[in-house]
């Protein structure tokens, strides 16, 4: 997908190496800084380029949407410098006002004005050579006494309509894939589950995407989810609440992002229950 649109954008095809340098393809990733997902926007960045993040949904870990949004910033990058891509680049990283303020010190100061001859943060001077070595080992693998597998040219996912909310665990029966794989898939539904509002778009192995659509038609109403709101009282604990519900410690934790196993009378848990 990464490939398609950026040969639709005329840009330079090593940009789908980028999120190796972000995040090593890591849809999970986050950052001392709060950089999310593989593109590693920071809030601010995300809510420019129309990436929603709430407590329920976080548009920067959107595989799909994200990208758009990252090449989006690239190509106003490229044009703010006048089309020199490393520098576009190191400001990704460092900042476009950063790389400004180099640019300016060289030009007063007689010294050029190309990436290679900017004094820049060291993270970003590392930052443009990994992506070009990495072009190098990709391009010609043979040369550096590398073998890399072979990967099939075909559309791994789908992007379906998942029809309203939806629990991920009920979208990875429906598919007949783990629910390890939805999460991968789907990493921006920060609490498991699709909720009418953010993105109904659900992404689905493409050899499981006519085995979803057709589950998904027979499901009812109430066997998507159900959301009960759990409020603390004094002498819970996580597992006599997960006991009540008949869920998993794990479960409920990982839904409400919680570290560790300590609650607080008077909070608020939410608890799916998913019936069928």
Known sequence: MKEI???????????ALLPVVESAFQPFAYSPGRAAGIWQFIPA????????QNWWYDGR???PKATTAALDYLERLAKRFDGDWLLALAAYNAGPARVQRAIR???NNGKPVDFWHLQLPKETRDYVPKLLALRALIAAPASYGLRLPAVTDTPYFSILDSGGPLDLAVAARLAGVSMDEIRRLNPA???QTVRRGDSDR????ATRATTFRTQLAGIAEQQRVHWVRHHIRAGD??????RRYRIGVARLREFNQLAGSSIM???????????G
């Open 237 to 242: 604990t996580l597992s006599s609440i997960a």
């Open 189 to 191: 539904h920060t609490r």
């Open 45 to 52: 960045t995300g809510k420019r380029y129309g990436l929603k």
């Open 61 to 63: 870990r959107d595989v």
């Open 105 to 107: 010190h060289n030009r």
């Open 265 to 275: 009378a008077g909070d608020l848990l939410i608890v799916p229950v998913v019936r």
């Open 202 to 205: 659900l992404l689905i192995p």
């Open 5 to 15: 649109e950026i040969e639709a954008r005329g840009m330079p095809m090593e940009i």
